[in-house]
């Protein structure tokens, strides 16, 4: 073969469509990432570092392929709505949104630009998607409801603490705008126990403080995965262990952070299936024909050394089936 022949080939080969295809997915991709956590909150970094070691096995490299902005808003509303500007004036490949607070900002700043969402309660409800099958639109990604947990949570708090009478429902109004998502299996079962329950909204702090400090000896709390109270849930065990409430959360980090009892998702799985959605979205699918997944593992943590102190005798049944015991 003559020589310009041969480079005649190799001109043809680079702009063939599968070279165009290869080029483009090693050229440096940019990722946007708004999260309602606090960078300072350890489970949150942990979770991150997830998602990058996940993108890592898939081939996308930070340095090297992909770019990745991260703001961090401590489910602080007004900087969640400068952070998402922020991040769509940068003109991202993808964005990464954590909390139904945090998608909702970040849909109200594009509806254009691929969004794959963590830890969203409600997304059909919220308007963020047209079904879990078929989202449309620009968005997909992992919702953490499963109808029954809000049934969950009440049956293992009153197995941990058989004096609790009254349970108080505790969430934020402002973020927890899928409280209708537990609200009908958390009265169910608290009916079939002879609980009563009461909504207990929280706006701040303060809210939080006289919620627990007032509550009755024989009453608990289901604290609602929100990103408010997800954010002050430090501060919410310790005014549980202050107060000798017994609280149930659906994060284990409130049981390590000195809460009694969690039930939920394993989070961290659920950011490295968010990866896999990634890097999908960045080969060329589109987010709205991607569904909108549930969680496919759940882990319950006990902490003992918060029952002993709140005078509770923890069931060995309970024991036995806790993926973690805290001692």
Same mark, same amino acid.
């Given at each position: ?31 946007? *990432? ?7 909150? +350890?489970? !949150?970094?942990?979770?991150?570092? &997830? #998602? =990058? ?110 004096? *609790? ?7 934020? +109004?402002? !973020?927890?705008?899928?409280?209708? &998502? #537990? =609200? ?144």
């Amino acid at each position: 073969m003559r020589r310009r022949d041969f480079i005649s080939l190799l001109a043809v080969a680079a702009t063939s469509p599968l070279a165009a295809r290869a080029q483009g997915l090693r050229q440096t991709r940019r990722i946007g *990432v708004l999260t309602s956590s606090d960078e300072a909150d +350890p489970e !949150a970094q942990s979770l991150v570092t &997830a #998602f =990058r070691e996940e993108l890592g096995k898939l081939g996308w490299t930070e340095g090297h392929n992909i770019e990745i902005d991260i703001r961090w808003s401590k489910a602080d509303v007004e900087l969640m709505k400068r952070s998402a500007q922020e991040l769509v004036a940068r003109r991202p490949d993808l964005i990464l949104t954590s909390s139904t607070l945090a998608t909702g900002v970040m849909l109200q700043q594009t509806r254009t630009i691929p969004i794959v969402f963590l830890l969203v309660a409600d997304p059909v409800g919220s308007g963020y998607v047209a079904s879990l099958p078929q989202p449309g639109g620009n968005a997909t990604g992992f919702t953490p409801i499963v109808g029954s947990l809000g049934g969950k949570w009440v049956e293992l708090l009153k197995e941990i603490a058989p004096r *609790v009478g009254s349970v108080n429902l505790m969430f934020n +109004p402002t !973020a927890a705008t899928f409280i209708g &998502a #537990f =609200r009908g299996s958390f009265k169910a079962a608290a009916v079939s126990l002879g609980i009563e329950t009461n909504d207990a909204p929280v706006r701040d702090m303060h809210e939080i403080e006289r919620l627990i400090s007032t509550s009755e000896p024989t009453s608990g709390v289901v604290m609602i995965p929100d990103a408010f109270t997800v954010t002050h849930q430090a501060e919410i065990a310790a005014l549980a262990a202050r107060y000798r409430v017994p609280v149930v959360s659906w994060s284990r980090s409130f049981a390590k952070l000195g809460g009694l009892i969690s039930y939920g998702p394993v989070l961290v799985d659920e950011y490295r299936r968010a990866a896999s959605y990634v890097d999908r979205i960045l080969k060329g699918e589109k987010p709205g024909e991607l569904p909108v997944q549930t969680p496919v593992k759940f882990e319950l943590v006990v902490n003992i050394k918060t029952a002993r102190a709140l005078e509770l005798t923890v069931p060995d049944v309970l024991r036995a089936l806790a993926d973690e015991v805290i001692e």
